[in-house]
């Protein structure tokens, strides 16, 4: 029983932590959105490169890519936490 609790903290706290990793990859996104949309008006005046866009354009995707992975992370965490307690775990439940 002590390593079943033991386990489950510790995916809880896994689970806690995708959280997080999930609204900084959200924030990251938004980051790069507002980066890549300035660098874009910078091209049109001539302050910045093609060579400038195409490099917050990889940013952009990089970060679309990175909010990806957070979300299938969340997902997996969530789902190893709702096998070890033997329930669903609703929006806003435990978070």
């Known amino acids: 029983q002590k390593e079943l609790d ?8 896994t ?6 990793s999930l609204d900084l990859s959200r924030q990251n996104l938004n980051q790069a ?7 874009i008006d910078q091209v049109r005046a001539g ?3 093609k060579n400038d866009l195409l490099s ?9 890519h990175s909010l990806k992975s957070a979300v299938l992370n969340y997902y997996m965490t969530k789902l ?7 329930q669903k775990i609703e929006e806003g439940e435990i978070e």
């Open 33 to 39: 959105q507002e980066n890549n949309s300035i660098i």
């Open 15 to 20: 689970y806690k932590q995708t959280i997080n």
């Open 6 to 13: 033991n386990s489950i903290r510790k995916q809880f706290y």
């Open 80 to 86: 190893n936490l709702q096998k070890l307690i033997g």
């Open 47 to 49: 302050l910045k490169t």
């Open 56 to 64: 917050a354009e990889i940013s952009l995707l990089q970060a679309e």
